[in-house]
């Protein structure tokens, strides 16, 4: 008999515990999440699973939008933006009566476990369920902003940031060729990941990031200082969640300060959360799906998959949500010198 791993032999004991599943994307969706989707229907199929899908996050969890979820369902998806599960914040999961409904909901239709796709309000809202009613649940990390603790890459942040970078780079010809000072908006409310990423691809001349607390004299400075070199215009990228405030305001700021220079602002929006993920984004979650179906059939239950140093890792729903994870001082560092 040819050798089989524990980790095999692990799988097939609790196979027999976990044979209804479920999955739902919730929050705001991210490119690759379509990719997450058919990687837990192919891995759960080749497992012999029933899978479920839950539309419209916790809000379709609550209204009992649940359907079975064949393969075919997912053929040409794999490069498509959004998620085909659709989703929502959800304002009924937030009470307990809510939660119940959804709890009575996934029961009634024997489901022993569900996979969740989403970001911090997502795996909080896994929390209390599990905390509640004592459901299996993995957490999949999918949100552009790159902030839950416990995973080097959330699905979507890759895509976002080339996004971003894309379109900074057509707003830099503009700026060269008007010799403008332009402000350019990314997304992070709370992490300046999109905003530290797309300054370093950008070759940007400053960076506001919420991490950093970086005031208008400081930024007047790093720009005087690229100007100096003879650099005939500026880029500056601004996180949305950046100590500073609003984008228009600064811009309002700098153009006091540096009244030689035309000071454009530009906010790039959910132009970021869209388009076709990115190879990465795509791989990643493809790898997510597979090892959250593979977590419970070896008995992990309420923990969100990760790879840190490319190496697997569990977290729990509280700890991937409440620890602080933040962009390292050392690549800050690097993108003010670069910019300067």
Known sequence: MPHQSVGFYNIIQNMSEIRRIAIFTSGGDAPGMNAAIRAVVRTANHYDLIVYGINRGYDGMIDDDIELLQDEFFRNTIQRGGTILKSARSEKFKTAEGRLIAYENLKARDIDAVISIGGNGTLTGAGLLTSEHDMCMIGIPSTIDNDLFG????????TAVNTAVEIVDKIRDTADSHNRIFLIEVMGRDSGYIALNVALASGASALVVPEKNTSIDQLVADLKKSLRRKKLFGLV????????????????????????????????????RGGSPT???????????????????????????????????????????TKIKQPSQYDIGIAEILGR
């Open 151 to 158: 995973t080097d890459f959330t699905i979507g942040f890759d």
């Open 237 to 272: 990228i601004l996180a949305e969640g950046n100590q500073l405030g609003e984008t228009s305001d600064i811009a309002k700021l700098l153009k006091e300060r540096i009244p030689e220079y035309d000071i454009r602002s530009t906010i790039l929006g959910h132009i970021q």
């Open 279 to 321: 190879a990465h984004d795509r791989i990643l979650a493809g790898k997510y799906g597979y090892e959250a179906v593979k977590a419970l059939m070896e008995g992990k239950r309420n923990v969100m998959v990760g790879f840190v140093n490319n190496q697997l890792t569990f977290t729990s729903f509280l700890d991937a949500v």
